[in-house]
C-alpha cells in the first residue's frame, strides 16, 4: 500500500535555503514517508487536525495524511528553534 507525496510549493522553496548536508536526510525521509506514513520516530502533534511530525537532524518536518485516499502532505518544514 503505497501513498502519494504532495510537498507543498512553501517546503520547496525552504528546502532550497538550507544547508546541502541535510537535502538528502530530508528527500530520503519524505521518499520513506510513502511507503510508512507512521514511522517508529514520528509524533503525532496535538490539536484537531491529523498533523505528525519528523525529526530530520536540526530540522522538523510536518505533514498530514488521508488514509481514504492514501496521500501524504508535507505541510512545513522547519528548524527546530522556530518552533510549531
Known amino acids: 500500500m503505497k501513498y502519494?507525496?504532495?510537498i507543498k510549493k512553501n517546503v520547496?522553496?525552504?528546502i532550497k535555503k538550507i544547508p546541502k548536508n541535510y537535502i538528502p536526510?530530508?528527500?530520503s525521509s519524505i521518499k520513506s514517508l510513502s511507503e510508512n506514513p507512521r514511522p517508529d520516530n514520528c509524533k503525532k502533534l496535538q490539536g484537531p487536525n491529523e498533523i505528525y511530525r519528523i525529526r530530520i537532524g536540526v530540522y522538523r518536518l510536518l505533514y498530514s495524511i488521508d488514509d481514504t485516499i492514501q496521500i501524504v502532505d508535507i505541510e512545513k518544514l522547519m528548524h527546530r528553534q522556530?518552533?510549531?
Do not use: N, P, Q
Request: aromatic residues 16%; positive net charge; glycine residues 8%.
Open 4 to 6: 502519494d507525496v504532495r
Open 82 to 84: 522556530d518552533g510549531y
Open 25 to 27: 536526510k530530508i528527500y
Open 12 to 14: 520547496t522553496k525552504k
